[in-house]
T-cell receptor
Framework: DTEVTQTPKHLVMGMTNKKSLKCEQH?????MYWYKQKAKKPPELMFV???????INESVPSRFSPECPNSSLLNLHLHALQPEDSALYLC???????????????FGPGTRLTVL | GQSLEQPSEVTAVEGAIVQINCTYQ??????LSWYQQHDGGAPTFLSY????GLEETGRFSSFLSRSDSYGYLLLQELQMKDSASYFC?????????????FGKGTRLHILP
């Protein structure tokens, strides 16, 4: 099973809402990633978890809060977002024994987020 | 600063060969990856080069020259389904302040 699943597929929220994005993988991968991607732009790394610990936080605003409850799950909690946060949010996982991005990254289908 | 440069668009004919180049400037470098992304889809990993030379996987090959800070993705026997965006990305080590960075992407157009 080389699948990374993400829920929901689409999400529309107001600026005062609190919502969560979920990601799950059952490949035994040690690293899990959150990316943000705007239309016609490359993915931008947000967070990396390695062995369920936050290893990289790319200076993401605090209105985005990641959580890794266990080795298979990754959440992204959203609160008080802005319209410019509307984007495709991608989750990925990989084995990455020595470093990040050094091994095959498996991406989920993404959650398309619209902030009104 | 850190940057990756790749052409914004490339056009080729079905059945032909196309090369997508990527040059990079990074403070720490461990390897170069390539990803394919179709419109509306998620990125798909294609290849990873940590050492100089050519890596071949079916119709796709990837090359790296660390001394030139340069790599390329070679697509052979182009098919219409290869129409997509292709991103190069640099990798880093866990115990250093390296960053994973994607290039801006190359949009590949395939003509029949």
């Amino acid at each position: 099973d080389t699948e990374v699943t993400q829920t929901p597929k689409h999400l529309v929220m107001g600026m005062t809402n609190k919502k969560s994005l979920k990601c799950e993988q059952h490949m035994g991968h040690r690293a899990m990633y959150w990316y943000k991607q705007k239309a016609k732009k490359p993915p931008e790394l947000m967070f990396v978890y390695s062995y369920e610990k936050l290893s990289i936080n790319e200076s993401v605003p605090s209105r985005f809060s990641p959580e890794c409850p266990n080795s298979s799950l990754l959440n992204l909690h959203l609160h008080a977002l802005q319209p410019e946060d509307s984007a495709l949010y991608l989750c990925a996982s990989s084995q990455d024994q020595t470093g990040f991005g050094t091994d095959t990254q498996y991406f989920g289908p993404g959650t398309r987020l619209t902030v009104l | 600063g850190q940057s990756l440069e790749q052409p914004s668009e490339v056009t080729a004919v079905e059945g032909a060969i196309v090369q997508i180049n990527c040059t990079y400037q990074t403070s720490g470098f461990y390897g170069l990856s390539w990803y394919q992304q179709h419109d509306g889809g998620a990125p798909t990993f294609l290849s990873y080069n940590a050492l100089d030379g050519l890596e071949e996987t079916g119709r796709f090959s990837s090359f790296l020259s660390r001394s030139d800070s340069y790599g390329y993705l070679l697509l052979q026997e182009l098919q219409m389904k290869d129409s997509a965006s292709y991103f190069c990305a640099v990798a880093g080590l866990w115990n250093r302040d390296d960053k994973i960075i994607f290039g801006k992407g190359t949009r590949l157009h395939i003509l029949p």
